[in-house]
């Protein structure tokens, strides 16, 4: 029976969170998420152009989601760096708290990682070369990729901590449409949990406490009041994350991970 080396895990769950975020985010351009009109604003955009450029972005998303599925390239992953940072910096740009922008390290966060595998490539047109499944990570890469891991890892568990002490409105309908009695309470129990997990995970990130919370996270995202297919989806960029984390923890000596802050 054929099994995936680590590497080859490490590959396609990057892979399969950068494409599940691009298709995710593009759902909501071709709906024309209202909210999206808030983040065009910045960029001097008017509801009504705003409205007739959303599907469009949300097209072309979707066909680099699809793209990487397909025939994952270094273009699609430098991409999404550059475009998971600026759409995640759009909600504190927009008067959301900062918190938004962590909360979502994971978008840019899997590419990042995808790219510190690979390499940015030794010319222009490597980057269109199609990325081998099954990459020759030595101990030097899996020393800085968990590192790199485990910061994103941390900030998009604390952002999302963050966002529950300071009780956000759509979290709090989120509890209550759950049946849980006090939301704010609620709110803050998670939010506790979240943060402790995220402190946990970039000092010193034991297998079984990054599942647990990989479980959690996939789980949770799952509970809202709209759209919570896409909104899942759109997320993949944090499960892989702690995914491949997980994964490359088997890889690297526990000294070395435990010191390695």
Request: glycine residues 8%; hydrophobic residues 50%; contains cysteine.
């Amino acid at each position: 029976m054929f099994r995936y080396t680590i590497e080859q895990k490490i590959h396609y769950t990057l892979r399969l969170a950068i494409a599940m975020c691009f298709i995710g985010h593009g759902a909501f351009g071709i709906i024309t998420k209202a909210i999206w009109c808030n983040y065009l604003a910045v960029f001097g955009i008017d509801h009504d152009h705003a409205y007739r450029l959303m599907p469009w972005v949300g097209i072309i998303d979707i066909l680099l989601g699809v793209t990487m599925l397909i025939y994952p390239i270094r273009a699609i992953a430098i991409w999404l760096i550059i475009w998971g940072t600026i759409t995640a910096l759009l909600r504190p740009l927009s008067g959301e708290p900062f918190a938004e922008f962590i909360e979502r390290a994971g978008n840019f966060g899997a590419p990042l990682v995808l790219l510190a595998v690979y390499g940015t490539g030794q010319n222009g047109k490597s980057w269109f070369i199609k990325l081998n499944s099954n990459p020759d990570i030595d101990a030097s890469t899996y020393f800085r990729l968990g590192i790199l891991l485990r910061v994103m890892g941390f900030c998009l568990l604390l952002g999302h901590g963050w966002l529950n002490l300071i009780e956000k409105s759509s979290l709090l309908n989120q509890y209550s449409s759950l049946g849980f009695s006090n939301p704010g309470m609620t709110a803050h129990a998670i939010g506790i949990f979240e943060i402790v997990s995220a402190c946990t995970i970039l000092v010193y990130p034991i297998r079984s406490v990054l599942l647990i919370v990989f479980i959690w996270k996939i789980l949770s995202e799952l509970f809202y009041p709209h759209y919570e297919l896409f909104e899942w989806i759109e997320r993949g960029g944090s499960y892989g994350v702690l995914l491949a984390l997980w994964f490359a923890s088997k890889a690297i000596p526990d000294r070395e991970f435990k010191l390695s802050v």
